[in-house]
């Protein structure tokens, strides 16, 4: 039982390029969500997905994409990387629904946009 | 809207002291309350809830926080700390929006620094 895994840990961007972080949980929970976390300013959201199929634009969406492939996995896609992308991103899960209030984090992808 | 106030966002310690990270809260609803702890390099984990019963809730490594609902706060508190609580703590809310899906806001983080 791995809980919320994500992919890669970390990456290098030039500005301009695209790339897209990748998550999974195994906990069969409805609900992922993206969050970027920069210092000093906490965690924002970016993107929610509240069960598989819908997704919805969190606090800061702008420059981001995001698909609900299935269940398990929720990706984010950055199409054209700006340096205020700069940041640490979590994925993470839960399931309000079932009573499963608790978010559920992954490592984090630590990105750095040139 | 809701909204969540970390007033402090670094807090120095002495090891074997108390303390207590403060967590203000707005919403207008009921509100779910959390704290989460992220060590150095590591995503976000549970330390503790509220989300009904009594006001006071005990979590993992003996932290502790109270709801006080007329104050609109949730602190969160150790009696005696450890140099491995060395970490930064978050409170988050979750209310329900119009639409019936759950909102969680997060604070902006207190830094725990233990000294030893």
């Known amino acids: 039982n791995a809980g919320v895994t994500q992919t890669p840990k970390f990456q290098v961007l030039k500005t301009g390029q695209s790339m897209t972080l990748q998550c999974a949980q195994d906990?069969?929970?409805?609900?992922m969500y993206w969050y970027r976390q920069d210092p000093g300013m906490g965690l924002r959201l970016i993107y929610y997905?509240?069960?598989?199929?819908?997704?919805d634009k969190g606090e800061v969406p702008n420059g981001y994409n995001v698909s609900r492939l299935n269940k398990r996995e929720f990706s984010l896609r950055l199409e054209s990387a700006a340096p205020s992308q700069t940041s640490v991103y979590f994925c993470?899960?839960?399931?309000?629904?079932?009573?499963?209030?608790?978010?559920?984090f992954g490592p984090g992808t630590r990105l750095l946009v040139l | 809207a809701q909204s969540v106030t970390q007033l402090d966002s670094q807090v120095p310690v002495f090891e074997e002291a108390p303390v207590e990270l403060r967590c203000n809260y707005s919403?207008?609803?009921?509100?779910?309350l959390f704290w989460y702890v992220q060590y150095p390099n590591q995503g976000l984990q549970l330390l503790l809830k509220?989300?009904?019963?009594?006001?006071l809730v005990k979590g993992i490594n003996g932290f502790e926080a109270e709801f006080n609902k007329s104050q609109t706060s949730f602190h969160l508190r150790k009696p005696s700390v450890h140099i491995s609580d060395t970490a930064e703590y978050f409170c988050?809310?979750?209310?329900?929006?119009?639409?019936?899906?759950?909102?969680?806001?997060f604070g902006t983080g207190t830094k725990l620094q233990v000294i030893p």
């Open positions: 993470a899960s839960s399931d309000p629904l079932r009573g499963q209030e608790t978010q559920y």
């Open positions: 906990m069969n929970h409805n609900s």
């Open positions: 997905s509240a069960s598989e199929g819908t997704t």
């Open positions: 919403s207008s609803v009921s509100v779910y």
């Open positions: 509220y989300l009904s019963g009594s006001t």
């Open positions: 988050a809310v979750r209310s329900l929006d119009s639409g019936g899906y759950q909102k969680v806001t």
